[in-house]
């Protein structure tokens, strides 16, 4: 058995990986399960924290508390040396990824019934697009952390390398993949020679042809999603009296996860109250402040991501929201879907052909794309990425655990 373990911090979820003979490399870390759900409740009630899905069940039950998720959005951006308020005292984001982190650790070793001092940490190619210096911050501020809850020896891989690890180990011979690793937060692609009698070098430098990425994932599929059918009901693109439009930021922040508590602050609501005043269409607006009051943004994303989910195995869903004044029913569809993030996934393609092209591939020359990661089953993302490559096999790995598989799979080559 293998004295290091893999640790990948998603957006969305995250699961830790630990070589053992002939049993599955990815630890239980809740009920079982080999996914905890990168949340945290504060309940005030209890003065108690949860994680994962029992932090979700605590939210949705209606306790009070604050609710924080995609936290791995924070490394790389200037909200990383800020703090919020959780049960009226200032709490640090660096403390809060910590404290995650530190959780992630502790049920990992649980688990595995050993402590882990040393661990291969998976990243994506880009925490932030274009910026290297706010990269490199991303990922000191992740050594950081990772050093302060116990990880003395830590080594970082990239997560779509990481997954194609994990595929090498299923194969019998050569191929030329295409990892697509699609992410909560990130779209991550590398181009990587494959094969079984290459699987315990430890110098795969030669290997891998190119890496790229995006800062595009599911959050911002959810978010687009949200802005287009959702948010209209609650005013998004109406008319104050005056003729101006309501302002839009209210609405970008409870679409998007990791800004939804902006909306609970003091002095939006007191703006909220004077749009309603003004506002041409009141019904929508007392809506969009009946939210607000009851503190139920995380909620509303939440069956936002459902009504996603579901789209990618029926063509519509009918999505209905019992917390908002009314409970109306929202009808979605996958073509409106796809429309609202048509441009996303514009941006995607693009990534990929930029890989074909730094790494002098033709499209024709790549065996196999491997898709993986929670977001990668967006029928409209499969449809384009396939265009790109119409001669390669696709093959779908463990959506969300090949990546900590593949990364326990590393941590053997780094560490022993």
Known sequence: MADAC?????????????????????????????????????????????????????????????????????????????????????????????????????????????TFDSAVLGRPVHFIDDDPVADRLAESTMLEIAQEVGFRHVEFQYEPIAAAFDYESTIGGEELVLIADIGGGTSDFSLVR???????????????????????????????????????MLGLGSSLKNGSDVPSSYYFNLATWHTINLAYTRKTWTQ???????????????????LVTQRAGHWLAIKVEEGKIALSDAASVALRLERLSGTPTLDL????????????????????????????????????VFFTGGSSGVPLLRERIGALLPAARRVEGDLFGSIGAGLALDAVRKFG
């Open 194 to 232: 494959l094969a079984p009698s290459r699987a315990l070098d430890i110098d795969r430098r030669d290997d891998i042809l190119a890496s790229a990425g995006v800062h595009i994932g599911g959050t911002d599929f959810d978010k687009y999603l949200s802005l287009s059918a959702v948010m209209p």
């Open 6 to 114: 893999g640790v990948d911090f998603g957006t969305s979820n995250s699961t830790v990986g630990w070589s053992r003979p002939d049993r599955s490399a990815l630890l239980a870390l809740e009920d079982g399960k080999t996914t905890l759900p990168s949340v945290v409740f504060f309940n005030a009630d209890e003065d108690a924290v949860y994680f994962g899905r029992a932090a979700l069940a605590n939210y949705l039950a209606g306790n009070e508390g604050r609710l924080m998720r995609s936290l791995k959005s924070l490394l790389g951006t200037s909200l990383i040396d800020g703090q919020t308020e959780v049960m009226g005292r200032a709490l640090p984001f660096r403390t809060l990824l910590a404290q995650f982190y530190g959780e992630l650790k502790r049920r990992a070793e649980t688990a595995a019934g050993q």
């Open 333 to 368: 569809t996958r073509s409106g879907f796809d429309q609202s993030i048509d441009h996303l996934i514009g941006r995607v393609s693009d990534t990929v052909t930029g890989l074909l092209r730094d790494a002098g591939v033709g499209a024709h020359e790549v065996d196999t």
């Open 272 to 290: 909220l109250q004077d749009v309603l005043r003004d506002a041409g269409e009141r019904d929508k607006l007392a809506r969009l402040l009946d």
